[in-house]
């Protein structure tokens, strides 16, 4: 797995080091409130679990996942909801956590479906920006680290649904995914 990684942008220390001071800063901005952390599965489940550790106001979670990349470097464009939340967002406070925003077409296509149902406030944190490849223009509230323009696995991030597992995030070879 190692072997198909030409840099590592992030290791695991710099990474937890992010999160700690994301939590710190969504810890002081939320006191007072009760969001609702929704996970977007897959990519975000390791920051996830490592964010709400390091939030100290009460909170509720729950997962949605949505796919649009399948086994490509490239979004197909089209966002699909493969598992719903199971409570309502109604008046919520919605702290919305992703791994990566890329295209943003998953996060603009999230934020209109909470806002639709009526939450009461819906903002972003990612711990990966990679504004240069933007389709849409959309800027997280909170954000981690932002990349260059290459496609990234690791920390929870795939390609064709491998390499979440590595600790670090780095740059995939080209090679795997052009053979
Ligand atoms: O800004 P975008 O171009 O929409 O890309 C970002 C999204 O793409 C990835 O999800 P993916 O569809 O690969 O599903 P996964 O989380 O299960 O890997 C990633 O986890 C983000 O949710
Ligand atoms: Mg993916």
Redesign the pocket.
């Known amino acids: 797995m190692q072997n198909d990684i030409k840099e590592v942008l992030y290791s695991e220390e710099q990474i937890q080091a992010k999160v700690s001071e994301l939590g710190a800063r969504l810890s002081a901005d939320f006191e007072g409130r009760n969001p609702l952390v929704i996970c ?5 489940f390791i920051f996830m679990s490592d964010l709400v550790k390091v939030i100290s106001v009460p909170l509720e979670i729950d997962f949605m ?5 399948g086994a490509s470097t490239k ?1 197909s464009g089209v ?1 699909k909801i493969i598992k719903d939340l199971d409570v309502t967002v109604e008046g919520r406070d919605v702290l919305i956590v ?10 603009s296509y999230l934020i209109d479906v909470l806002e639709h149902r009526g939450s009461k406030s819906v903002t972003v944190v990612t711990l990966f920006d990679k504004p240069a ?1 933007r389709a849409v223009d959309l800027q997280p509230h909170y954000k981690g680290f932002t990349l260059p323009d290459e496609f990234v696995v690791g920390y929870g ?2 390609f064709a649904e491998k390499y979440r597992n590595l600790p670090y995030i780095g740059i995939l070879k080209p090679e795997v995914y052009e053979k």
């Open positions: 977007v599965l897959k990519g975000a996942a949505v796919s649009s990349y979004s966002v992703e791994d990566i925003i890329d295209s943003g077409l998953t996060l490849r991030l795939d």
